[in-house]
């Protein structure tokens, strides 16, 4: 065991849009390993009242520093770190000019090494200790990333990229040489034998990943939609609702389905564990859709406002009550940090389409990239599976220690600060991976 004595944050078990955050000015964390070898919260709250609880342990005193729950990051893709920053008209021409190329460059097992690597260090250094990540089409490219986050202890989900039309066909998932399946049926193998080797090993899971409708042929896609029937423990992730050509070119394809997101109702991948990138533009009926099914929205702020694609509906989430969190959605977010995501949550919340002027209280900001998102993403402690996002006791020991003084306007603003509200905020707009001392994984 051993025990942390800084300012701490962490939240109230009962969740939704009403947060309430724990704020101790001097506090001690009390982490132990757990039958399982992975630190776990023991204890939690002021130092003074824990601190004879645990006269032998030794205490690391971190004089000044705040910590605070490691970020949980629902929606980005490692194959597009190179991507990042990269300029187009809008979503079609950026994949087809920028991404696509990178992608096809993941065929390559060393590349993709060398691109894990330098994406989980990234990941550590911006304090997100939970990721929910696309890989390539390539299987090599998702063994890369498991491999990397095993000998780290990220909590990591990924899967194989599903797509099997409307790509370059280097990217196209391929049949085996010398086997009699069709490159659909191999694709779907494949994810079978990545789920059998990677999902429930070390902090890993596994995500069935059709990259989004346009690019799955109705085979892909009731394939996929019966892997995850088979497998209720392994994740969902793709994309929907993104972009209005985006929505047109799924509904040509799919004339049969109600809506866009009702899609990937008809082929049985909506269920709870399953997370859809941006869901912008949705309907009443398929925010009903998301709320029936326990199906999660990936929100990703700086990505919808770097591709022009539009602004989340977070009033409209709220009102259904359907579950979202935040996101980067790196390459077309524009930055790993979590602090720039949730400064463009606020922007979007601001700016949005629901006009209603709307606020997000930064208390409630912080949540929808930590617990909220732990929430959304199945990982929350219930029924006995994995808790992050947060720490109460028995969460899993991830988290940041933060240095508000870490820039010369940071220490002169979070100084100002009369109140949790003003400091967390006053670290929102100001925050990047400078505010990021340490990031503590398990
Ligand atoms: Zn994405």
């Keep these: 065991m051993q025990a942390y004595r800084a300012s701490i944050l962490w939240f109230a078990p009962s969740q939704g849009p009403k947060v309430c955050a724990h704020w101790e000015d001097d506090g001690l964390l009390v982490v132990g390993t757990n039958a399982a070898g992975v630190q776990v919260v023991h204890a939690v709250g002021s130092y003074s009242s824990l601190i004879e609880d645990y006269p032998l342990v030794p205490v690391n005193h971190l004089h000044g520093r705040i910590l605070a729950p490691g970020f949980v990051d629902m929606h980005i893709h490692y194959p597009q770190t190179n991507v990042i920053g990269s300029p187009a008209d809008g979503l079609l021409p950026w994949l087809e000019n920028y991404t696509f190329p990178e992608e096809k460059r993941f065929a ?32 090599q490219s998702v063994d890369a990333l498991f491999n990397e986050a095993l000998s780290r202890r990220l909590r990591l989900i990924t899967g194989l990229c599903l797509m099997d039309r409307n790509a370059p066909s280097e990217l196209l998932n391929r049949a085996a040489p010398g086997n009699h399946l069709d490159s659909t049926e191999q694709s779907l193998v494949d994810s079978e034998a990545l789920i059998q080797r990677w ?21 892909q896609l009731r394939g996929a939609g019966q892997l995850a029937e088979k497998y209720p423990d392994v994740w969902i992730q793709s994309h929907v609702a993104e972009n209005k050509h985006e929505i047109a070119w799924a509904r040509a394809l799919f004339p049969a389905s109600r809506s866009y997101l009702s899609t990937y109702a008809d082929f049985g991948l909506m269920r709870p564990r399953a997370v859809y990138a941006h869901c912008i533009h949705l309907d009443e009926d398929d925010r009903y859709l998301m709320r029936e099914t326990g199906a999660a929205a990936a929100v990703c702020p700086t990505s919808n406002l770097f591709l022009g694609s539009g602004f989340f509906d977070f009033e409209g989430a709220d009102r259904v009550g359907y579950k979202y969190g935040l996101a980067s959605d790196v390459g077309g977010g524009t930055s790993f940090s979590p602090f720039h995501t949730m400064l463009a949550a606020y922007y979007v919340a601001r700016e949005g389409q629901t006009k209603t002027g709307l606020s997000l209280n930064p208390q409630h900001l912080w949540w929808q990239h930590t617990a909220g998102a732990a929430q959304a993403l199945g990982l929350d402690g219930t029924g006995g599976k994995p808790w992050v996002g947060n720490l109460l006791p028995g969460c899993e020991a991830d988290f940041v220690v933060l240095n508000p003084q870490a820039t010369p306007l940071l220490a002169r603003k979070t100084s100002l600060a009369a109140n949790l509200d003003e400091l967390l905020f006053a670290m929102v707009v100001l925050g990047d991976d400078r505010l990021v001392e340490q990031t503590i994984v398990a």
């Design 108 to 139: 390559e097992p060393e590349y993709s090494t060398q691109a894990a690597r330098f994406f989980v260090d990234e990941l550590f250094r911006n304090g997100v200790t939970t990721a929910m990540s696309f890989a390539s089409s390539h299987h």
């Design 199 to 219: 999902h429930g090993r070390g902090r890993l899971g596994y995500a069935i990943t059709p990259r989004f409708a346009p690019t799955c042929s109705d085979a």
